[in-house]
């Protein structure tokens, strides 16, 4: 599975249909033959159960883009830890180069220059969210970063109880020059948090799927 990046230990996302219905994270635990073992996923602290012949979609992110595929539960076993054996797939599918994928997300974002020891700079200034990655953000507002410098920001919709931090990669200002496009790649993020962004936007998109089939 070189090509595709699947290996023991890849964080994976598991979408779940049925009356556990949702987007779970885990990770690989072995490969062998024609069979993977998953960690079972787990929802404030208990098992998410799954049965043998249940039909669930795995994706995941590695250097080479988001690649998504579907598998069959085989079995369960509870040793050494609770966990799920699945067929490995005939085919893996790549949705997007990028490592994470980029989602048009409408929100706010209260965002300033990043304090440098302890000292505030300035206040926070209220900007939209343009679009949403595990990666980074885009930012549209009417306080202007420059390029390389690191700028702190609250999303309220991502409800983390800590801000995150990022550096401007990339500058745009919009025709009227009264605001400006801002590309932020996160930095300094633990890789939790970062788990919990990438599975807010895999429910994102799912509702809007959903919505979308109503």
Known sequence: MKKTGLQEDQEIFVEIKGSHSGV????????????????????????VPLNSGDNVSI??????????????????????????????????YRVQRRKYVRVEVEGRVDYRLRPVDGKEVNEFTRGRILD?????????????????????????ILELDYPLWGVVRRLKEDKKGEDHRMGVAFVDIDSGIRERIIKWLFEYQRNLRGAGEE
Do not use: C, W
């Open 59 to 92: 994706s995941y992110t590695t250097e080479r883009g988001k690649f998504i595929f579907m598998t069959r539960v085989q079995d369960r076993n509870r040793e050494p830890l609770p966990h799920y054996i699945l067929e490995l797939p005939e085919k893996i």
């Open 132 to 156: 949403l990655s595990g990666g980074g953000v885009g930012i549209k507002g009417s306080l202007r970063i420059e390029e390389g410098e690191e700028i702190e920001m609250e999303i309220p």
């Open 24 to 47: 779970y994270a885990t990770k690989v635990l072995d490969i062998q033959g024609g069979q993977f073992k998953m960690a079972a996923p787990q929802i404030k602290g208990a098992t």
